[in-house]
């Protein structure tokens, strides 16, 4: 069990405890008139009628008041512990996340270490000759382009989330950056297969970075990629909607998938238990999304778009737009 | 031991090619799966001679699927391949039934000498014991092949570790096998942490065969050393 969840059955036997607790003073303090009847009794003092009568209401009258107190206590312990509960409950939540940040990135980061050494070892061995040579030689640059990406996103990330980004604002027509964008997708070899539609009728200006519109649009491709199913299938478009852009690239997988629409823009979230990966990635992608949005004055949001994802980032158009 | 099939389990397609082209090299023929419910389905149907299995897998995470075929009783060798090498997932490997456990990224010359001391054991404990299928000692009597021992009118189901030992202390009858040898031979050679492991198993052994476990007639302690079977 872990440490968080062990802490929060802890937490409810004492909360157990102490409501049983004030229930036992509350049938003893409600009660207290009865008892002092039946000791005066006992002691054989007799009581004439009026003084029964005035004993029970001073009785009744404290019995109230310690059900009042007694009830308010008792909302105010409930109030308490929901708070208490809810913190637990987040402390747990970022518990699994990180857990499941350091299994992804230790996968992430070491497999394609693993195949590079192989690969470089059975050349040195001489295991490989002619095409296979070639091929070796190819895929050990492969893992290491991967390992630089990993490494390069790890390190923007951190960037981010410390220093906020380094912008050079410049105007950009959206609609024409997505275009070479996509063009790029096109001749890359891991995702030549994917089918992507381009929906930009007419150009779209916007005050960006490069850089950053770059990394959100990649990072949105790559997502949507992942998560698109298989053959994997894409929608980008670019259009106005009031004051802002708006950038939409849809998959067509299976949605969220009971992940909540705000979260998945948190870093290391990701769907699903680590341990059984289906997709490649450590959670990244949709932060820096939102992180670069958010810096370029615009913001980012997901929707079910049914089938499939729709990521949307609005900026805002170009003053020359707008 | 060449010719012989081996599976290995992994999702990253560079990882299972460059291992499996070296795994062929050597003489073994070699089948991928790419996630862990396919990679149980074929075991299932058509076990191979060694599993090299991936821990994080798409679909059964690689320890579940150790998990499950121990439970169905199924003892094909599993090699742990994984970039999970913590000494607590290490331990979890082992105690779920892993013959070995490798941690990403490895040497290939490390690789290939695992698979084949694995290999080697298994075909030890497959092939016909030289000390005969049975073993006397006294009124007990051990069936190496059922891994059970009648003792009087008792029958004693034996774990196939303890079974395993006792066949690697019978092959040398009055000779003292070191604790080393009996790690090498049963585990695999630095598979446990500690060589106290045995100690436990012959405590066990002891109990189900010695007519008196406290001063042993049998199973004997040469300290320092190992062990001695004086049948």
């Known amino acids: ?322 | 031991m060449s010719g012989e099939r081996l599976l290995v389990v992994e999702d990253e397609e560079h990882l299972a090619e460059v291992i499996a082209d070296n795994l062929e090299l050597e003489g073994w023929r070699v089948e991928v799966a790419g996630d862990g419910v396919q990679a149980l389905e074929r075991i299932r149907s058509d076990p191979p001679a060694l599993v090299l299995l991936d821990v994080m897998l798409p679909g059964m995470d690689g320890f579940a699927v150790c998990e499950a075929l121990r439970a169905e009783k199924r003892d094909v060798p599993i090699l742990f391949l994984t970039a999970r090498s913590s000494s607590d997932d290490r331990v979890r490997g082992l105690e779920l039934g892993g013959d070995d456990y490798l941690g990403k990224p490895f040497e290939l010359r490390e690789l290939i000498l695992r698979v084949r001391a694995i290999l080697r054991r298994r075909q030890w404990i497959r092939s016909p014991s030289p000390a005969g299928e049975r073993l006397a000692l006294g009124s007990a009597t051990v069936d190496f092949k059922a891994c059970s021992a009648d003792v009087g009118r008792r029958k004693i189901a034996l774990s196939p570790k303890e079974t395993l030992i006792l066949r690697c202390l019978a092959e040398r009858p009055g000779e003292v096998v070191t604790r080393a040898e009996i790690l090498d031979r049963v585990w695999g050679y630095d598979a446990f942490p500690t060589t106290r492991t045995i100690d436990n198993f012959i405590v066990r052994l002891r109990r189900a065969l010695e007519p008196d476990p406290q001063s042993p007639r049998y199973i004997h302690t040469v300290r320092g050393t190992g062990y001695r079977l004086t049948p």
Not at chain 1, 47 to 59: G, K, T, V
Not at chain 1, 203 to 221: E, K, Q, W, Y
Not at chain 1, 223 to 245: L, T
């Open chain 1, 1 to 322: 069990m872990s440490h968080p969840r062990r802490t929060l059955y802890l937490y409810w036997a004492v909360v157990g405890l102490y409501l049983l607790v004030l229930g036992w003073w509350m049938y003893f303090f409600t009660r207290q008139g009865e008892f002092l009847a039946r000791r005066i009794e006992a002691a054989g003092v007799a009581l004439s009628p009026q003084q029964a009568d005035a004993l029970r209401d001073a009785a009744r009258q404290s019995m109230r008041m310690f059900l009042f107190e007694g009830v308010f206590l008792g909302l105010m312990l409930l109030a308490g512990v929901y708070l208490v509960v809810r913190s637990m409950q987040r402390e747990i939540a970022v518990h699994r996340q990180q857990r499941n940040f350091l299994l992804a990135v230790t996968h992430e980061l070491r497999s394609p270490i693993a195949s590079a050494r192989l690969y470089l070892e059975s050349l040195q061995l001489g295991r490989a000759e002619g095409e296979k040579r070639e091929r070796y030689l190819r895929h050990a640059q492969e893992d290491l382009d991967r390992l630089r990406l990993m490494v390069d996103q790890l390190l923007e990330s951190a960037r981010l989330s410390s220093a906020g980004p380094a912008l050079r604002p410049e105007h950009v027509d959206l609609a024409a950056f997505a275009a070479a964008s996509l063009e790029e997708l096109a001749r890359d070899p891991s995702t030549r297969a994917v089918e992507v539609t381009l929906r930009a009728p007419e150009p779209v200006h916007v005050v960006g970075d490069a850089s950053a519109l770059g990394t959100i649009l990649r990072n949105l491709l790559s997502n949507a990629v992942k998560y698109g199913g298989s053959p994997a299938r894409v929608e980008v478009s670019v259009s106005r909607n009031g004051a802002h852009a708006l950038l939409s690239v849809r998959d067509f997988g299976p949605g969220l998938q009971g992940l909540d629409s705000e979260r998945i823009f948190e870093p290391f979230v990701r769907g699903g238990d680590e341990s059984v990966r289906t997709r490649p990635g450590v959670g990244l992608g949709l932060f820096m999304v939102a992180e670069l949005a958010r810096a370029l004055g615009g913001s980012a949001r997901a929707r079910e778009a049914e089938p499939g994802l729709a990521v949307e980032v609005s900026l805002p158009l170009s003053p020359k737009e707008a």
